[in-house]
């Protein structure tokens, strides 16, 4: 292997660059700031989209001979499938690479657990913890669930791994699990910058077929039971008996489309429930937001929502109009109620109905709040605040390796 000049970063991630770059918005401005004093190397599987130069430009790429379509959430399950039967292959490609930090981006069952025993400096990221979004679906699983996150997250504990968390309340949740806390460092995830604003969305109002009168509700998003959307459906049927002109509006896709689709019919909510499917770009997304009254940000009560932020949480609040969150551990660090935005009792019917309630009745009262959640948004999801804590993270690392040499 030729001799380095500086260090070498990888980045190591399931997805390509270029749909990293959508769901953690600062991925290319990290890189720069690494790029100053070290080489990136980016590895993951191919896209099936565009490829971006401008996000690939001065880093080195190395592709899994996977090509995944992110917006199929069957070619997402499936490939993943398959990238796990390459993983002893990649894992040997990466120790091969020698690399003297690696950000750890990919947190599916046990990746991080085998890339430890390289015994390279490394940050891991959580996000999804895939145990109990698999199993969770009842007592027995989610027990199964919690037994194989506790294994696994202990044997994550090693001097030269960090682990990031994004709240207070993830990241109690991963010293629960065994990780010390003191090397748990806690960035609020960044915001998406100059894509999700208030806007004239006239056009898309009348295309969704709905009138003034309306009061219209709308949540964007992957489709994911983990969401909460049947408890959601079920809800709006029980609201649509006393408000007859309340509308929910669901902006996405993906793997639980179908299912959505056919839970409305089921419910006979099709006069009051409107599905937009996938959109093509997040300007798009912008724009049917806009097109509603409030916003909705849901999660299901349940262990692998305990702590995060939904990025939709961040989309809405930029918005200027009313948001109405589950009040969740992590959501609830962000959000105060009737102060910044509005949060509903989880698994409570009656705090989601009255909560709506009140941001139909008291309009000019809920968008004050909503300015206030603009601010809030701002505050949480700084972007250069967020960098400046992965690079800390970063550098320490190789600081520490080269001593240890």
Known sequence: MEQRKKPLVVYFHRYSIEYESVQFPVARKLIDLILKKHEVLYFSMKTSEHVEEKLRKGIKIKEIPLKVNNKSGVD???????YYILLPKT?????????????CKETMPFI????????????IDTSDWWWSILFGKNKYGRKLAGSIERFEVKKWDKPYVTVIAHTKAEADLIAKKGFPIERIKIINAPLYEGVYFPCNAEKQRKLLSLKKSDFVVAVHGIIHPSKGYGQLLEWWKKLISAHKNWKLVIIGG???????????????????VIMTGWLPTQQDVNLYLNAVDSLLVIRRNSPENIGIVPSALYHSLMLSKPVLATGLPGISEIITDKENGFLYKPDSFESFKSSLEFIN???KKSLEIAKKGVKRAKECFNPDKAIKKYLEVIERGIIEKKREK
Do not use: V
């Open 112 to 123: 991080p657990y085998f890339i430890k025993f390289f015994k390279i400096p490394m940050l």
């Open 91 to 103: 894992l040997f490609e990466l120790k091969k690479q020698n690399p003297d930090f690696i950000i």
């Open 76 to 82: 997402k399950w499936f490939k993943t499938f398959l």
């Open 254 to 272: 993906s793997i639980g489309e179908s299912w959505c689709r056919n839970k409305i019919k089921e419910l006979n909510l099709s006069e009051n």
């Open 361 to 363: 009745k008291n309009k």
